[in-house]
C-alpha cells in the first residue's frame, strides 16, 4: 500500500482537530480556559514589566553611572531599629560638602540640596504635599534640569537667600489653570505662607510608576535652609566626568566623611549613607522580581489545570472515537499515523488557547497601562514565549492519550460500541 504523504497527514490531522473544536464548543471553551488564563497572566505582566523597566532605566540612565549622594540616611529604610540608628548619626553639613568640594579630586560637581514637602498657595488655589526642595546652582548641571521659560537665580541671589524659585509644570496646572508657562514669570506664591517670586518654569520630568515628578518647587539652597534647616541635615550629590571615575569618586568622599567624624577601620557604621541611582534600580528590580514570580507562580498553576483538562478531553475523545481508530488502522494507518494525529489535536487545542492568552494578554496590559497610567512596551519574545509555552502544555498534556490511541489494537477497537 502506497504512503500517505506527511502533508495530507498533517492536513487532515488540523482538520479533524479544528472539526473537534467547533463540534463541542462549550467543551473547547473548558479545555482553553486554563491556557488562556495563565498565558494571559505571562503576556500582561511582563508586557507592563518591559514597559516599566524601560521607563526607570530611562529615568536613571542620564546620570545613574556618574552622580551618588551622601546624606544623614538612606532613603529607603526597612525597620524601625534602623530608622532609630540612622537617626542618631550626625548631620551632614555646609562644611562637610566643602570639604569634599576642596579634597576630592575625583569628583567635578558637587550639589547640596535640603528637601521638604509644603503647602503652596496662589491666590485661592492651593496645592499640598509639594516638593520643596532648596538646592545649590550645581544641581541644575547635576540633575539636568533644563528651563521652558524664565531663567535660574543667580549666584548673587542664592547667596543673598532671595526668595524667588524655580516651578514644575504640576504647579502651572493644579495654581495656574495650565495656562502658559511664560505668564507665570513674575507670578508670587506661597510656600508655608512665606513669598516667593517665580522665576522659571522646569521642563517636564514625566512620571516614573505612574507618580508625577513635576510637582516641585526649587529655591536657592540658602532659603531652603531657613526653611528646614533647623529640622533635618542636607544631602550632597557629586558627579564625576566619567563612569570609569565613578568608583574612585565615592571612596573618596566616604573617606573625607569618615575622616571628619574621626571613625577608625573598627567601626563597621560610617556614620552617613553613600547612595547612587544603581541602588534604587536596585530596589525596583527586587520589588518587581517578586510580581513576576508570583505571577509565574499562577500561570504555572492555570497551565497545570489546563494541562490536565486538556489530557482528560483528549482520553475522552479517544475513547469516544476507538471505532474510527480501529477503522483506520484496519486499512493501513500506522501506529505513529494515529499518534501523530492526536498529538496534533493536543497541540492545535493548547495552541489556539495560546493565540488567544496572547492576545487578551496585550488587552489587559494596554488597558491597565491606560487606567493607571503605565508604560506599555510590547514585546514580541512575549508572544513566541506564550505560544511557546502553550505548545509543550500540548505537547505534554496529549503524549498519554495519542499513544493509548495509537495502541489500540483495530479488531478490538472495530466491536467497541
Known sequence: MATVPTFSILHESFRLALGSLRSNKLRT??????????????????????????????????????????????????????FIKFNKRKDVTDQDADAIKRLCSSCWRVGTAI???????????????????????????????????????????GQSGRNVCVIGTDIIDNLFDGRAATSAIGEVIRVDGVPYTILAVADPFGKVLGFSRDNFVYVPFE???????????????IQVRDSSDFDTAKDEARMIMRNRRKKTFSDTDDGFSVESQDAFISIYKNATSGIYFATFGVAVISLVVGGIVVMNIMLVSVTERTKEIGLRKAVGARQSDILLQFLIESVTVTMVGGAIGVFTGYGLAYLLSVVLGFPLLINASSAVLGVTVSFVVGMISGSYPAWRASKLSPIDAMRNE
Open 223 to 237: 532659603a531652603g535652609q531657613r526653611m528646614f534647616g533647623a529640622r533635618d541635615s542636607i544631602t550632597v550629590h
Open 115 to 157: 528637601n521638604g514637602t509644603s503647602l503652596v498657595k496662589y491666590g485661592e488655589k492651593r496645592a499640598e504635599n509639594v516638593s520643596v526642595r532648596g538646592l545649590s546652582l550645581e544641581m541644575f548641571d547635576i540633575e539636568n534640569v533644563t528651563i521652558q521659560a524664565g531663567r535660574i537665580w543667580t549666584e548673587q541671589e
Open 29 to 82: 471553551i473548558l479545555t482553553l480556559l486554563g491556557i488562556i488564563v495563565g498565558v494571559t497572566a505571562v503576556i500582561a505582566v511582563v508586557t507592563i514589566i518591559n514597559g516599566l523597566d524601560s521607563t526607570v532605566a530611562d529615568a536613571f540612565s542620564a546620570q545613574g553611572s556618574t552622580v551618588f549622594s551622601v546624606a544623614k540616611r538612606p532613603l529607603v529604610i526597612t525597620s524601625r531599629e534602623d
